[in-house]
């Protein structure tokens, strides 16, 4: 039997006033904010991030080509997975712009598409991609830094991760791309059991993020110049970066 799912937000009630609403509004936290007046489910029972998904999420836009970036990678058979950051160092934002999340495939497909956001930019990966292998004999993260990526060992601290991501969101320190649509699926649902364990089901992206923040932002670079000159215009052969403002970063 085929299930069909409508979210209903409060203003399909039509018995809600405008001052019942208000009232409603202020007495729901707001981590719940979003399920209770759009419908959207999350779980919030034991979230981990205990944040209304409004106040990180914004619209894509047109990245400052001297924002440097790096990206937070978490490897595996079932899923491979990988997110974007650029740091708006003035107002110490991180931003999440791009997200990978692909099962199923070979590191030299991985790798390809890593690469096509930008080979300049540098990485942090799940430590623990030392000690895996999708086929016998195989060290992940030594096939990837193979296959071309710049990859750094990220720190594996959980509990010191989770409240550094925590802090950054709760004082506008974290956004994320609105494109980002699986990121926000697994935010919604990344929670801990009833004994206070991070529940390990579809958190590839949560880790990337965990990683991004705790080790990434160590190891981010600049757009190279040759870059910055196609980008705004000039080939790459008549770009001189001194000449047009770009310093060596």
């Not at 009630?13 to 405008?18: I, K």
């Not at 991180?94 to 540098?122: M, N, T």
């Not at 757009?223 to 980008?231: D, L, N, R």
């Amino acid at each position: 039997m085929s299930k069909h799912t409508v979210h209903a937000t409060w203003d399909d009630v039509p018995h809600l006033s405008a001052q019942q609403k208000e009232d409603l509004w202020k007495g729901i936290p707001p981590y719940m904010r979003s399920a209770a007046a759009k419908g959207i489910p999350r779980l919030d029972a034991g979230a981990i991030y205990p944040v209304d998904e409004e106040n990180i999420s914004v619209a894509d836009f047109a990245l400052p080509v001297y924002w440097p970036r790096a990206y937070g990678m978490d490897v595996g058979w079932n899923k491979t997975a990988g997110l974007w950051g650029a740091h708006d160092t003035e107002n110490d934002v991180l931003y999440i712009y791009s997200e990978y999340y692909q099962g199923e495939e070979k590191p030299v497909v991985h790798a390809a598409a890593f690469r096509s956001r930008g080979d300049w930019i540098r990485g942090v990966s799940d430590p623990a991609a030392r000690g895996r292998s999708q086929r016998d004999g195989e060290n992940l993260f030594d096939e990837y830094t193979s296959l071309g990526l710049q990859l750094y060992l990220a720190d594996h601290a959980v509990e010191a991760g989770l409240f550094k991501v925590l802090n950054r969101m709760s004082t506008g320190g974290l956004k994320v791309f609105s494109s980002c649509t699986n990121f926000f699926e697994e935010f919604r649902l990344y929670r801990r059991d009833e004994q206070g364990k991070v529940l390990k089901e579809k958190d590839h992206l949560m880790d990337c993020m965990r990683y991004l923040v705790m080790s990434g932002m160590d190891v981010m670079t600049f757009m190279p110049a040759e870059v910055v000159g196609e980008k705004i215009g000039y080939p790459k052969q008549e770009y001189n970066p001194l000449r047009h403002g770009w310093g060596n970063g």
